[in-house]
């Protein structure tokens, strides 16, 4: 599992919702794991959360929650430390709450036909924009997108795609390699 990179959608509280509703997607959050599962059932991941980026142990399988998981296949296991090293890099840096706002501005302005190529408001981090880095840092590029404008569920859409990764649910104990 280290190295997956997760999606997950919680039910609860204004700010899922609200990034459910303006990206059109069943999901609100990503953040990527970095460890195998403990026998607890548990997990080390990096997040942006809503305060700052963090390093945290983490139930993947919650009843208020639903995830999805993607692991790699064929990377090698050099690139992951890599990419993983990068993202341990962000930890502490803050959450991305104008850019945020900002990103929610670059979709209204899409609503009305405006093509906004940039988020006009920088500073913090996002879930994608972590997400987005560590696929850099593996080089594994979102086509068409930059750390600006992607959200969960481009990055959805591409993992989906991706032969590099392999979706498995939380409960798919032999799948795993």
């Known amino acids: ?19 459910q509703w303006f990206t ?21 991941i990096i997040e942006a959360g809503t305060r700052v980026v963090k390093r945290r142990m983490s139930l993947v399988s919650r ?20 990419a993983i090293v990068r993202v341990e890099k962000k930890i502490g840096n ?12 670059v979709i209204i302005a899409g609503w009305f036909g405006w093509k906004i190529e940039r988020n006009p408001v920088r500073g913090g981090v996002i879930c994608s924009e972590l997400v987005f880095e560590y696929l850099e840092a593996i080089d594994k590029t979102v086509p068409e997108k930059d750390e600006d ?29």
């Open 1 to 19: 599992m280290r190295g997956s990179i997760a999606f997950s959608h919680n039910a609860k509280g204004l700010l899922p919702k609200l990034i």
């Open 24 to 44: 059109e997607s069943e999901w609100n959050h990503t953040f990527i794991v970095v460890s195998d599962e403990y026998s607890d059932g548990t997990y080390d």
């Open 63 to 82: 009843k208020d929650y639903s995830f999805v998981i993607f692991q790699p296949r064929k990377i090698v296991s050099q690139r992951i430390e890599r």
């Open 94 to 105: 803050s959450y991305g709450w104008g850019q945020l706002f900002g990103f929610a501005f």
């Open 149 to 177: 404008t992607i959200s969960p569920k481009d990055l959805y859409f591409f993992m989906s795609k991706s032969p590099d990764f392999e979706a498995m649910l939380p409960s798919d104990k032999g799948s795993e390699s």
